[in-house]
């Protein structure tokens, strides 16, 4: 996707002159990190069952695909997904102080804190669970932990406004009786890649929300979906092989594409959006009202002013009913235990093809072209 944007756009002319110098390769991640090392009960899991193989060979992976309906295994991948969820819950009291239960769906965004990457939609939907809840409209809502965490590059105060606007609502919300054991939302407090070794065995749900056009291929995602989260996300960076991989069914797909996105610049008209949704107004109600900043007037006026934006290139309001319809779907999913659990082990076992052994052997044999160092 975004090498033919770069071939379309940036690098028109020279993609023009030298088409035959433009490939892609799409980046990876190790497994011997991202499943081995930090998620060491799944992987020994795995190698019970089909062996290790997986460690130098992530498409061995694939022969997990015939246990996904086994209802003993199930059962087990359930259990160390649980054990995780416990030790990353108890990880998140001792730095925030917030008792959390594992037995909660634990819905996870962790990334650089960017508008683009828009965990200001996530926090849109944390508040109108928060007022579901709140009129009494909440009883077919899954107990949900929203986690996002990441840092702001120094001189970014949006990104900043946006931490503030997380830790505020977070605030209320887990501070409100009404919302106990049903919805809490945290900040992961310094954010790194040590904490990641932590949170992407225990979580759940991988939010993966960029506008469309964006994310040229992070790789947070294929961390997740290598330790068994499902994908909520836009057909964005490695969220469209992602996609491809393990099927539209184990995926939760919204928002807008690249060409819809393009279609909509010019005549982009946020406020239309919001007063059409009943659902969008009554959260942007929440947020000008001081719901989440009594005692700070107008603090977060420049994040309103941005959702109302018709100029907003990341287009936030644009993609708020689809997201909000897509998360439904998710909750539902994950209330039937035995699907979800196949869903996961399901996205465990497409995961090969993201492995940096293929990115390198793709780069070896389209650019570099050496050959094999013999072993020893």
């Given at each position: 996707?975004?090498?033919?944007?770069?071939?379309?756009?940036?690098?028109?002319?020279?993609?023009?002159?030298?088409?035959?110098?433009?490939?892609?390769?799409?980046?990876?991640?190790?497994?011997?990190?991202?499943?081995?090392?930090?998620?060491?009960?799944?992987?020994?899991?795995?190698?019970?069952?089909?062996?290790?193989?997986?460690?130098?060979?992530?498409?061995?992976?694939?022969?997990?695909?015939?246990?996904?309906?086994?209802?003993?295994?199930?059962?087990?991948?359930?259990?160390?997904?649980?054990?995780?969820?416990?030790?990353?819950?108890?990880?998140?009291?001792?730095?925030?102080?917030?008792?959390?239960?594992?037995?909660?769906?634990?819905?996870?965004?962790?990334?650089?804190?960017?508008?683009?990457?828009?965990?200001?939609?996530?926090?849109?939907?944390?508040?109108?669970?928060?007022?579901?809840?709140?009129?009494?409209?909440?009883?077919?809502?899954?107990?949900?932990?929203?986690?996002?965490?990441?840092?702001?590059?120094?001189?970014?105060?949006?990104?900043?406004?946006?931490?503030?606007?997380?830790?505020?609502?977070?605030?209320v919300i887990n501070r409100d009786p009404a919302m106990q054991d049903r919805?809490?939302?945290?900040?992961?407090?310094?954010?790194?890649?040590?904490?990641?070794?932590?949170?992407?065995?225990?979580?759940?749900?991988?939010?993966?929300?960029?506008?469309?056009?964006?994310?040229?291929?992070?790789?947070?995602?294929?961390?997740?979906?290598?330790?068994?989260?499902?994908?909520?996300?836009?057909?964005?960076?490695?969220?469209?092989?992602?996609?491809?991989?393990?099927?539209?069914?184990?995926?939760?797909?919204?928002?807008?594409?690249?060409?819809?996105?393009?279609?909509?610049?010019?005549?982009?008209n946020p406020q239309a959006i919001i007063d059409a949704d009943p659902d969008?107004?009554?959260?942007?109600?929440?947020?000008?009202?001081?719901?989440?900043?009594?005692?700070?007037?107008?603090?977060?006026?420049?994040?309103?002013?941005?959702?109302?934006?018709?100029?907003?290139?990341?287009?936030?309001?644009?993609?708020?009913?689809?997201?909000?319809?897509?998360?439904?779907?998710?909750?539902?999913?994950?209330?039937?235990?035995?699907?979800?659990?196949?869903?996961?082990?399901?996205?465990?076992?497409?995961?090969?093809?993201?492995?940096?052994?293929?990115?390198?052997?793709?780069?070896?044999?389209?650019?570099?072209?050496?050959?094999?160092?013999?072993?020893?």
């Amino acid at each position: 996707l975004h090498s033919r944007l770069l071939r379309e756009g940036l690098f028109k002319d020279f993609a023009e002159l030298w088409p035959e110098r433009f490939n892609n390769k799409t980046n990876g991640v190790t497994q011997r990190r991202w499943l081995a090392a930090c998620n060491p009960e799944l992987g020994s899991l795995i190698s019970k069952r089909i062996g290790d193989a997986w460690k130098t060979d992530l498409d061995e992976l694939e022969g997990l695909k015939p246990f996904a309906d086994d209802a003993e295994f199930q059962a087990k991948w359930r259990a160390v997904k649980h054990a995780n969820k416990a030790r990353l819950a108890t990880d998140l009291e001792k730095r925030t102080g917030l008792s959390v239960s594992a037995d909660m769906m634990f819905d996870v965004q962790v990334k650089r804190i960017h508008e683009y990457k828009r965990q200001l939609l996530n926090v849109l939907h944390a508040i109108h669970l928060y007022d579901r809840i709140r009129r009494g409209d909440g009883d077919g809502l899954v107990p949900r932990l929203i986690i996002i965490g990441g840092k702001a590059a120094p001189g970014y105060v949006m990104a900043k406004n946006i931490i503030k606007c997380i830790n505020n609502v977070a605030r209320v919300i887990n501070r409100d009786p009404a919302m106990q054991d049903r919805l809490q939302l945290v900040f992961y407090p310094d954010y790194n890649v040590s904490a990641m070794e932590k949170i992407c065995p225990a979580a759940d749900l991988s939010e993966q929300v960029s506008t469309a056009g964006k994310e040229a291929s992070g790789t947070g995602n294929m961390k997740f979906m290598m330790n068994g989260a499902i994908t909520i996300g836009t057909l964005d960076g490695a969220n469209v092989e992602i996609r491809e991989a393990v099927g539209e069914e184990n995926f939760f797909l919204f928002g807008n594409t690249v060409e819809e996105i393009e279609a909509l610049r010019g005549n982009y008209n946020p406020q239309a959006i919001i007063d059409a949704d009943p659902d969008f107004t009554r959260v942007m109600d929440l947020l000008q009202s001081g719901q989440f900043n009594h005692f700070e007037p107008g603090i977060f006026d420049t994040i309103i002013q941005s959702i109302k934006e018709p100029a907003d290139l990341w287009m936030t309001a644009a993609d708020f009913r689809s997201f909000i319809d897509a998360q439904e779907a998710a909750g539902a999913a994950y209330k039937d235990e035995a699907h979800w659990t196949r869903m996961s082990i399901l996205n465990t076992a497409h995961s090969g093809r993201f492995s940096t052994d293929r990115t390198m052997r793709d780069y070896n044999d389209d650019i570099w072209k050496l050959g094999a160092i013999p072993e020893e």
